[in-house]
C-alpha cells in the first residue's frame, strides 16, 4: 500500500482519509520510513486507523529515522553516517539536518520513548524496541521490508 500507487503497490490510499479495507482484516502492518512524512497532528489518528484494520493480537511494525543514533553520530563527528553527498551539505551540521529531514520530505523525528508514547495513545500494546532483522512477534516476514539498519529505529507493538 502506498498513497501514490506504482508497482508492486496493491492499494493506494492515504491512511490519514480511511483505508479501504475491512476492521481486523490484516495480520501483521510493516511501516517502513513511512510515519516521518505524517504531520505530527495527525500522527495518533494514523497509527489509530493503522490499528482499526490489524487483528486482534496483530502486529505493527515501524522502521523510523532514529533521532537518537543521528544525534550520536553528529556528536562523534561521523560525517560517514549521513548519506547526504557533499553536493548538498559539506559541513557536518548541514549533512545531519538532510539527512534526518531527509530534504524536507521528515516532518516528524523519533526517538524510541516518543514512538511508544504515540503508539500507546493509539491503543497499542507490548510496545518493544527490536534490532535490525528481528522480530518480537514471531512473524518472520514482518521484517523482510527492513532496511537503512544503520540509522533506522525499529520498534513493534501489538493490538
Avoid at 533521532?67 to 559539506?90: C, N, Q, T, W
Avoid at 532496511?147 to 501489538?158: G, H, I, T, W
Wanted: aromatic residues 8%; proline residues 3%; glycine residues 10%.
Amino acid at each position: 500500500m502506498d498513497k501514490n500507487g506504482g508497482p508492486g503497490i496493491d492499494i493506494a490510499a492515504d491512511v490519514r482519509e480511511g483505508l479501504p479495507l475491512e476492521s481486523e482484516s490484516v495480520d501483521y502492518i510493516a511501516c517502513v520510513h513511512f510515519l516521518q512524512e505524517i504531520p505530527l497532528e495527525d500522527l495518533v489518528g494514523t497509527l489509530g486507523e493503522l490499528r482499526r484494520v490489524l487483528k486482534r493480537g496483530g502486529t505493527i511494525r515501524l522502521v523510523l529515522p532514529d533521532l537518537d543514533k543521528g544525534i550520536r553520530a553528529y556528536l562523534d563527528g561521523d560525517k560517514d553516517h549521513f548519506v547526504v553527498p557533499d553536493e548538498d551539505a559539506r559541513s557536518l551540521g548541514g549533512k545531519f539536518i538532510f539527512h534526518m529531514l531527509w530534504y524536507g520530505h521528515s516532518r516528524v523525528l523519533f526517538t524510541y520513548d516518543f514512538v511508544e508514547e504515540l503508539l500507546l495513545k493509539a491503543g497499542f500494546e507490548r510496545v518493544e524496541r527490536c534490532a535490525y532483522g528481528e522480530t518480537a512477534s514471531g512473524i518472520s516476514e514482518i521484517v523482510e521490508l527492513d532496511n537503512r539498519e544503520n540509522e533506522s529505529l525499529f520498534v513493534e507493538a501489538v493490538k
